[in-house]
């Protein structure tokens, strides 16, 4: 038995227009599932959540019918406003991924010489998930309130804008100015 394919989605990287605006192509890699020609799909993201409808599909040059998983796409939309989109947000099959402000995750810092910082309770981050880049304040979940180099924690994250997020969804934070470490969500709160 085959296994089912996911729905739909594809994180945003740049966005085109042409014709003042009437023409607006998406541009990024698709992350999992398939799109079509004349397909609905929902922009998801930075509180801009619309629908628009795929009208042509472009890849190194060429146009095709349909698209999936892995493959860099320029999305030709119907239905968006250019001001409205921008990179960050991510396309999805419409109701599959909805955005949020907050969620629980496991964080792991790098080495000290690879730039980790120690990194405390109430600190602003700056959190890469996907291609959004958003700063949050970190709260540790345990009964310290300092994480140290090279030392994994439980932490609660909340956002400054909601983003499209998942459990399970991996990511990159940064602190003042440098690299810090990754984590992965284990809980989407809110």
Do not use: W
């Not at 990287?13 to 698709?30: K, M, N, S």
């Amino acid at each position: 038995m085959d296994a089912p394919v996911k729905p739909f989605l594809m994180h945003i990287e740049d966005v085109f227009c042409q014709g003042q605006g009437r023409v607006v192509t998406l541009t990024g890699r698709i992350e999992r599932g398939r799109v079509r020609k004349g397909d609905e799909v929902e922009i998801v993201g930075f509180g801009g959540n619309a629908i628009g409808t795929v009208v042509d599909i472009e890849v190194c040059r060429r146009y095709i019918d349909e698209a999936s998983t892995g493959m860099n796409v320029g999305l030709l939309m119907r239905g968006v406003v250019a001001g409205a989109v921008e990179r960050g947000q991510v396309l999805a099959a419409p109701g599959s991924i909805s955005e949020h402000t907050s969620f629980a995750a496991d964080i792991a810092l790098l080495s000290e010489k690879d730039g980790a910082a120690v990194v405390r309770t109430g600190e602003q981050l700056q959190f890469h998930i996907r291609t959004a880049v958003v700063t949050g304040d970190l709260t540790l979940t345990r009964e310290t309130d300092v994480l140290y180099p090279l030392h994994r924690g439980d932490v609660t994250i909340t956002l400054k804008r909601p983003i499209a997020l998942e459990n399970g969804q991996s990511f990159a934070f940064r602190h003042l100015g440098r690299a810090t470490g990754s984590g992965t969500v284990t809980l989407v709160l809110g």
